[in-house]
Nanobody, 115 residues
Framework: QVQLVESGGGLVQAGGSLRLSCAAS????????MGWYRQAPGNQREWVAT???????NYADSVKGRFTISRDNVKNTVYLQMNSLKPEDTAVYYC?????????WGQGTQVTVSS
């Protein structure tokens, strides 16, 4: 079992920055990858970024060049640095971890970007 707790969301003006954190606890050894998804009101949940245990990082086209995913293996925490935020980035952001063939999810953190 893996437990995930996100933090760092909030309200920011367009062009600003936020850093989201996701702390993993429980059985963290052997987590294959961690990543972020987001869901805006009325929309389906969409993938944002992934970082594998080997360090490979991948991003959705909509955030490429603006968002950076990183991971602190000592703290079992994954981060999402979000720069040049746009109103369309407004959503609930969810952390996810893949372990033992199963995806685990956090409770989500709200990010609101005002124009």
């Amino acid at each position: 079992q893996v437990q995930l707790v996100e933090s760092g969301g909030g309200l920011v003006q367009a062009g600003g920055s936020l850093r989201l954190s996701c702390a993993a606890s429980g059985t963290t050894f052997g987590i294959n990858s961690m990543g972020w998804y987001r869901q805006a009101p009325g929309n389906q949940r969409e993938w944002v970024a992934t970082r594998t245990s080997g360090g490979y990082r991948n991003y959705a086209d909509s955030v490429k060049g603006r968002f950076t995913i990183s991971r602190d293996n000592v703290k079992n925490t994954v981060y999402l640095q979000m720069n040049s935020l746009k109103p369309e980035d407004t959503a609930v952001y969810y952390c996810t971890a893949n372990y033992g063939g199963r995806n685990y999810w956090g409770q989500g953190t709200q990010v609101t970007v005002s124009s």
